[in-house]
């Protein structure tokens, strides 16, 4: 061992002996629970503190802004949720698949849409094309086709579909089925985030709807 | 030293995710280690208490930072030191030097197996904190020289090359060359 090693071993036990003065009991669990705590409310306090830094004007704007922001989120939550009538036969979701459109950009709507509905075959899809027209009150509406087939047959009509005020693109149709005397009348809502609300108001016949 | 044994990764993993319970563990395992560190580099055990309180702070709060699960005590003695030798630092005063030299019991037994107290005393207040956290961090909580270049962001060849140099020159404040 050299002299410098020994020096080393003699410098560690003396560090040891020196630290061994300090008083290393605590309460673990008291210490723990108390910087929990401490912490836990340094969020909401640093909040608060920030928030009465701020001017009035500044905190007038902030809480409109958070007033907007819950009625923009009140609003697409709205659209996601919102189903056909109370009275369908039977309601499900479909994703769709297409271009976004504008009533000033497109003129021709298609859309593919894939998904289950709740007691309907739509294994093979749905399709509908709009074009782009205008109501007797100077209004855009698209019209167009909507087509669905499962293992079961097809199913088809004409649809309409109005864009209301607030956004909401809804859509009728009355589809033929695959015998003489299978018809459905549905409804849907085309969502914003491509998704298809679907309701069947209504079906004669035996055969199940798209 | 800490007498317990390390602390199983699910129990850090549990710390890391707010568990009361879990960081209870983390401080009775690893409290004594860090207090004893903290001292070398303050010399006073109230700054050290506060120092090491402040370190169990900073480890709840940023214990999910620490990605290998083995080199948790490495961090949390190197959080130790660093808020010691801040505190030190915002004191103003080298508390080391604070000598006690009239308390017969810490004295050594026999002077000449080893290095009296108060002349280890006198060269730590020679150091800057910041050698006293190396001094400590190596010889008091155990770490390597790999686990002391990691907390300081320096290679391990460097922290010894480090630790080299201020063994020389303790040798020679402690007049052992």
């Not at chain 2, 103003?92 to 107290?117: K, T």
């Amino acid at each position: 061992m050299t002299e410098i090693e020994r020096f080393e071993r003699r410098l560690a036990t003396a560090l040891e002996r020196y630290a061994d003065e300090v008083p290393t009991s605590v309460d673990a669990v008291g210490l723990a629970r108390s910087i929990a705590a401490e912490e836990a409310g340094r969020g909401w306090r640093s909040i608060l503190a920030s928030w009465h830094r701020l001017t009035p004007a500044v905190r007038y704007a902030l809480v409109l802004a958070i007033l907007a922001a819950l009625l923009v989120a009140l609003g697409i939550l709205s659209q996601r949720v919102l189903l056909v009538d109370d009275g369908a036969v039977s309601t499900g979701r479909m994703d769709c698949a297409g271009p976004s459109w504008t009533t000033s950009t497109v003129t021709t709507v298609r859309l593919a849409c894939q998904g289950e509905l709740p007691g309907l075959d739509t294994r093979d899809g749905l399709r509908i094309v709009l074009d782009q027209e205008t109501d007797s009150a100077g209004f855009p509406v698209w019209s167009g086709r909507l087509d669905g087939s499962g293992s079961r047959g097809a199913w088809s009509g004409d649809i309409v579909v109005f864009v209301s005020w607030d956004g909401l693109v809804t859509g009728e149709a009355v589809l033929d089925g695959p015998d003489p005397d299978t018809q459905a009348e549905v409804r849907l809502h085309l969502i914003s985030d491509g998704g298809l609300a679907w309701g069947v108001l209504a079906r004669r016949g035996s055969a199940d709807a798209p | 030293m800490s007498l317990e044994a390390p602390l199983s990764a699910s129990v850090i993993d549990r710390a890391v995710a707010g568990d009361e319970t879990a960081f209870a563990q983390l401080v009775g395992c690893y409290h004594a280690d860090l207090m004893r560190v903290a001292y070398v580099v303050c010399g006073d055990a109230e700054v050290a208490q506060d120092a090491v309180q402040s370190a169990w702070v900073i480890a709840w709060r940023k214990l999910g930072t620490v990605r290998d699960r083995s080199s948790i005590k490495g961090w949390l003695v190197a959080v130790a030191a660093n808020e010691a030798r801040q505190s030190v630092r915002r004191r103003h005063r080298q508390a080391v030097v604070e000598l006690r030299v009239g308390s017969a019991d810490r004295e050594e037994a026999d002077p000449a197996a080893g290095i009296e107290r108060v002349d280890l005393v006198n060269a730590l207040g020679h150091l800057t904190p910041e050698d006293r956290a190396l001094l400590a961090m190596r010889y008091v909580a155990g770490l390597d020289s790999t686990e002391l270049g990691r907390s300081l962001g320096m290679s391990a060849s460097g922290t010894r090359a480090r630790l080299g140099r201020l063994l020389e020159r303790m040798r020679k404040d402690l007049g052992h060359d």
